[in-house]
Every structure is written in C-alpha cells, then in structure tokens.
Nanobody
Framework: QVQLVESGGGLVQPGGSLRLSCAPS????????MGWYRQAPGKQRELVATITSDDSTNYADSVKGRFTVSRDNAENTVYLQMNSLKPEDTAVYYC?????????????WGQGTQVTVSS
C-alpha cells in the first residue's frame, strides 16, 4: 500500500507564494508521473501540473507562468511552487502519482491540503 504525504498548504494573501510538497510512503517504488490536481468548492477536480520521470511537464493554462512543478527522483518527492497566487487558486490541492505496473498502471492520491488565497 502506498500513501502520499502532503505538506505546505495554508492561508496566503493575493500575490503571495506557497510551496507544496508530497512524498510517497514507499521510496523503493518508482513513479512515472507525479503532480497536483485541485478541487474548489462546487467544482470538479482539475489538473494543476504534472511531471514525468524524464521531467516532461504539463500545466493548466490558468497557472502557466505562476506555478512550477518539480521532482526529486532520489527522494520520490514532488513539489509545487506557487507564486503570484490569486483568490481563484483557493482549493484543496491533491498530490497524484502514477506507477507503471505489468500490463498497465496504478494511480495514487493524497488526502489533500487546503490552499486559501485571501486578504
């Protein structure tokens, strides 16, 4: 069983920055894709950013130029640096990982960390 442990959420003023981190409970496994999704109240969960094992990244248009996803493969940790935060970035942010297994893949989700952008 793999658990994802997230940290770094909180309350920040508009224009501020936060850094989220996420580490799987098992570092003996390799994960192809790691990243972040978010869900605001009354909305569906949406992609924020992902990064593959060869450092290929994908971002939602709404965060391009403001957020940066990165990973430390040695520690199996994924980060999300969020700058120039806006009130519309307020959401629960979920860590996501995908591990390739024989015949397919397996997805894992964190428990979520609240990010609130408000003055």
């Amino acid at each position: 069983q793999v658990q994802l442990v997230e940290s770094g959420g909180g309350l920040v003023q508009p224009g501020g920055s936060l850094r989220l981190s996420c580490a799987p409970s098992r570092i003996d496994l390799s994960f192809n894709t790691m990243g972040w999704y978010r869900q605001a109240p009354g909305k569906q969960r949406e992609l924020v950013a992902t990064i593959t094992s060869d450092d290929s990244t994908n971002y939602a248009d709404s965060v391009k130029g403001r957020f940066t996803v990165s990973r430390d493969n040695a520690e199996n940790t994924v980060y999300l640096q969020m700058n120039s935060l806006k009130p519309e970035d307020t959401a629960v942010y979920y860590c996501y990982t995908r591990r390739l297994i024989l015949g397919g893949s397996r997805d894992y989700w964190g428990q979520g960390t609240q990010v609130t952008v408000s003055s």
